[in-house]
């Protein structure tokens, strides 16, 4: 399993609670997982997501996620069309241009 930075829970907890994304806020949510904060980076997170939109990043990031898998013939049947890789791909950058959007 990949890691995922603590610091990106504690601002995706926050909105999802309706909370401000604030240096404090994220702060106190990683102090109560038991994690040291470092209050400039917090400060840095807290003011390069103060204009991201979550909807839509989350939004870009379920539909990539969700993407199907291309299905297998049936016996005797047509094959569907497996989705265009190159639709996939623009998908994932999109999604990940979204991510890196809340660090800068």
Known sequence: MTKVDPYLHAVLLLHGAGKEVSEANIVSVLGAAGVQADNAKAKV????????????????????????????????????????????????????????????
């Open 45 to 104: 997170l807290a003011e390069a997501v103060k204009d991201v939109s979550f909807e839509e990043l989350l939004k870009n990031a379920t539909v990539v996620a969700a993407a199907p898998a291309a299905a297998a013939p049936a016996a005797g049947g047509e094959a569907k069309e497996a989705p265009k890789e190159e639709d996939t791909s623009k998908k994932e950058e999109q999604a990940a241009e979204g991510l890196a959007n809340l660090f800068g």
